[in-house]
């Protein structure tokens, strides 16, 4: 869902957009930033498109720059008024919507006279106005990041863009826990492990994902790299994030198992009990808004570690179903999902996957 909408005329105020863009992007996500034109498909209704987009935003930022309401076309038609303007009717539609409109005054440019307006926009005169100077742009812009931060709610499946300290945070104590695990050589499977040569799995991807994903455990591949779902799994894997138009790097990717179990057996309780330390550890450094488990074996740990009344339900059951977890102050969502490897023996069950997926579009 777009959540800020970004209402601008090309010949007055690109170059302005394009750094407000650029500032707000830090904060933001690209998908919660709606930029007009440059979003809309060629052949789709562009009124019913921009309706559309304007309905799913929560603020609309009118860019008012020096020639805002100062342009005309080679027939001597005021831009403003013609019957296809984009920017007016952009404004006419977020108006009638009530929408909070913020305008935005760049360039040294002045609240228009609501006389000099449209009938269908002067009421946009009567907004409170936003001012971003040339000279103190990226502190106004912080004001205004801190203004619009106030004024989106927060909905469960939102995640704010964390700012790069945090971000740089969050990846050295998962690099420190890494270091961990592969000097950890109580750990049930590090004989194996080194007798190998293998690598520990402990996962990759993006540190502060919104969505995390619990895989089964390591396989010979993904034990040689100490890289998660590189194998044939990983390739379906992949094609299910496509659905949603993912890819391994948004998401945090990882294993109950940590370590390759011999010849691919199932974990053990010991071992699911020690590898789950360092999960429980990557939940919270991670802290996604999503965990999604690919077989049974994630499913139950993660059921039982949150204590949810699903716990002895089966993945036949759950999978595809979004639980939320009920603790104060929580945003956190699990989602049980088959494992990938089942469309290497059953191809059939690829829909089924994509479908479940499908589920996840809301944590993008
Ligand atoms: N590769 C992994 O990393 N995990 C699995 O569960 C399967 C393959």
Not at 86 to 91: D, L, S
């Amino acid at each position: 869902m777009s959540r800020i909408f970004i209402n601008y005329r090309r010949l007055d105020t690109e170059g302005y957009v394009g750094r407000l863009y650029d500032h707000l992007l830090k904060e933001f996500k690209p998908t919660d930033i709606f930029m007009d034109v440059q979003n809309i498909e060629p052949g789709a209704d562009f009124v019913q498109v921009l309706e559309d987009a304007i309905a799913a935003c929560d603020i609309f930022l009118a860019m008012i720059g020096p020639h805002w309401g100062k342009l005309y076309n080679e027939a001597g038609e005021r831009r403003l008024e013609e019957w296809n303007d984009f920017v007016r009717i952009e404004i006419e539609t977020a108006l009638k919507q009530g929408k909070i409109v913020v305008p935005i005054l760049v360039g040294g440019s002045q609240m228009p006279n609501p006389s000099t307006l449209p009938e269908s926009i002067m009421s946009l005169s009567r907004r409170n106005a936003f001012t971003l100077t040339h000279y103190r742009f990226a502190e106004d812009v912080e004001s205004l990041v801190g203004f619009l931060r106030g004024l989106i709610p927060t909905h469960p499946t939102f995640k704010r863009r964390a700012a790069p300290d945090v971000i740089a945070r969050k990846e050295k104590a998962l690099k420190d826990l890494r270091l961990d695990l592969l000097n950890a050589k109580e750990s049930p499977l590090y004989a194996y492990r080194t007798e190998q040569r293998y690598y520990p799995v402990l996962g990759e991807g993006y540190a502060d994902a919104n969505i995390m994903i619990v895989g089964e455990s390591p396989g010979k591949q993904e034990a040689e790299t100490g890289k998660p779902f590189i194998g044939p799994s990983g390739e379906v894997l992949d094609s299910l994030l496509d659905v949603i138009e993912l890819s391994r790097a948004d998401v945090w990717l990882t294993n109950i198992l940590l370590d390759r179990a011999p010849d691919n057996r199932d974990p053990n309780k010991e071992e699911l009990d020690y590898y789950g330390v360092y999960l429980d550890k990557m939940i919270e450094i991670v802290d996604p808004r999503v965990i999604v488990t690919l077989g049974r074996f994630s499913m139950t740990y993660i059921l039982r570690k949150f204590n949810l009344p699903e716990k002895t339900q089966t993945i036949s059951k759950l999978h595809g179903k979004l639980i939320q977890i009920e603790a104060e102050n929580s945003n956190l969502h699990i989602m049980p999902m088959y494992h990938p490897a089942m469309v290497l023996y059953n191809p059939s069950k690829r829909d089924v996957l994509r479908q479940d997926m499908q589920r996840l579009e809301m944590f993008t």
